[in-house]
C-alpha cells in the first residue's frame, strides 16, 4: 500500500469507527439531545441506508454506534420484537440491564468449562498447558462470582471498603491457596 494512499472508510483502523456506523452515531447524538426516548428500526434505517433490524446489513453499524455512545453516559438498547431501540434513562432499568448482562457472562463461562472439561491434557502441547490452565482458573473464577450467592456473600460485606475490583481476582485466587 502506497504511504500517501487514502486511508479505507469501510475497512478502518482499529479505534475508528466506519462511516456507516458513524452516520448512526452522529444521528443518536441528535436524537438523544432533542429528547427522544424510542426509534425505529425505519428510523435507523434510514439514517445510515442498511436495515439495522436483527440480521440486517446495518445491525452490526447499529450496534457499534450504540456501544460508542454509551461511552457518554447513554443508554440505547433494542426492544425486543418491537423493530426498535430505546433510550434507558431509569437507573433501576440500568441495572436490570446489567444483571441480565451478568447472567449471560456467567452462562457463558460455564459453557466455556464445559468446553475446556473435554480437553484431553495429555494430546495438548506442552506449552499450551499454562494457558489452559489459565482458562480454567478465569472462567471458574467468573462462573462462581455471577451466582445468586457470591452476590449476597458481597452484600454482607462493605463493597464500599473492598478496595480496587479490577484486584478482585487477584484477591480471590490469593484467598483459595493462590495458583
Known amino acids: 500500500m502506497a504511504a500517501n494512499a487514502p486511508p479505507n472508510v469501510l475497512h478502518p483502523t482499529p479505534g475508528n469507527i466506519g462511516l456507516y456506523a458513524a452516520k448512526l452515531l452522529e444521528f443518536l447524538e441528535h436524537r438523544t439531545e432533542a429528547g427522544e426516548t424510542i426509534l425505529t428500526d425505519d428510523q435507523l434505517t434510514k439514517a445510515c441506508g442498511f436495515p ?37 434513562t431509569d437507573d433501576s432499568r440500568k441495572v436490570g440491564l446489567a444483571t441480565n448482562r451478568q447472567k449471560r457472562v456467567g452462562r457463558e463461562a460455564k459453557r ?68
Open 52 to 88: 439495522t433490524g436483527v440480521g440486517g446489513k446495518g445491525y452490526g453499524y447499529l450496534r457499534t454506534a450504540i456501544k460508542r455512545i454509551r461511552k457518554s453516559g447513554v443508554i440505547w438498547e433494542r426492544i425486543n420484537g418491537a423493530n426498535a431501540i430505546e433510550r434507558i
Open 112 to 179: 466455556t468449562l464445559a468446553i475446556l472439561g473435554c480437553v484431553d491434557l495429555q494430546k495438548l502441547p506442552d506449552a499450551e498447558h499454562a494457558g489452559f490452565h489459565a482458562k480454567i482458573y478465569i472462567n471458574s473464577a467468573i462462573a462462581s462470582m455471577t451466582t445468586k450467592a457470591s452476590e449476597k456473600k458481597l452484600l454482607v460485606r462493605d463493597t464500599k471498603t473492598m478496595g480496587d475490583p479490577s484486584r478482585l481476582l487477584e484477591n480471590i485466587i490469593a484467598s483459595n491457596g493462590g495458583v
